[in-house]
């Protein structure tokens, strides 16, 4: 065991863990934040999805060793106050039915929206292709993505 020193949604963590503990578990069961959810362990499905240094990565898969000084944002982190145009956009819409991928889903469109403002329909079908949603809201989830993207630019950092 050693003891890594995270940067997790702005703020420091130190942990002690094997440095082949996959990231999603230490988010989960020693940082408590429950919102990256657990899906196959294989980042097949994507419900894991955090960001790493700005990208989306499947947290089962990213091993803590490899995290290195490289900033961790989860959906906790993506916008503490609910007010980031993909949550609201997700609320208004009714995107999820049983919402156990949307925490994925919505970090992978986030990751989409930061390289590319403004979307077309075969660009987000191709960004969020490998996150998988059970209950088949993909309309839904391609209809917030252009509403948050409308919205974006009315939001000032």
Request: hydrophobic residues 40%; contains cysteine.
């Given at each position: 065991?050693?003891?890594?020193?995270?940067?997790?949604?702005?703020?420091?963590?130190?942990?002690?863990?094997?440095?082949?503990?996959?990231?999603l578990?230490?988010?989960?069961?020693r940082?408590q934040l429950?919102?990256?959810?657990f899906?196959?362990?294989?980042?097949?499905c994507g419900?894991?999805t955090?960001?790493?240094?700005?990208?989306?990565?499947?947290?089962?898969?990213?091993?803590?060793?490899?995290?290195?000084?490289?900033?961790?944002?989860?959906?906790?982190?993506?916008?503490?106050?609910?007010?980031?145009?993909?949550?609201?956009?997700?609320?208004?819409?009714?995107?999820?039915?049983?919402?156990?991928?949307?925490?994925?889903?919505?970090?992978?469109?986030?990751?989409?929206?930061?390289a590319?403002?403004?979307?077309s329909?075969?660009d987000?079908?191709?960004?969020?292709?490998?996150?998988?949603?059970?209950?088949?809201?993909?309309l839904?989830?391609?209809?917030?993505?252009?509403?948050?993207?409308?919205?974006?630019?009315?939001v000032?950092p």
């Open positions: 065991m050693a003891v890594f020193t995270l940067s997790v949604n702005g703020q420091s963590h130190k942990v002690e863990a094997d440095a082949d503990m996959p990231l578990w230490v988010l989960r069961d940082l429950t919102g990256t959810k899906g196959c362990g294989q980042g097949l419900a894991c955090v960001h790493l240094g700005g990208a989306p990565v499947r947290a089962c898969k990213t091993r803590l060793g490899d995290v290195g000084a490289r900033p961790v944002t989860t959906i906790e982190g993506l916008d503490p106050q609910g007010a980031h145009p993909l949550l609201k956009a997700w609320l208004e819409l009714d995107v999820s039915q049983y919402g156990y991928c949307q925490t994925g889903q919505i970090m992978k469109a986030a990751a989409l929206l930061t590319n403002p403004r979307p329909d075969a987000i079908d191709q960004a969020m292709g490998r996150n998988v949603c059970r209950c088949g809201t993909y839904r989830i391609r209809e917030a993505i252009h509403r948050a993207a409308g919205k974006k630019a009315e000032t």
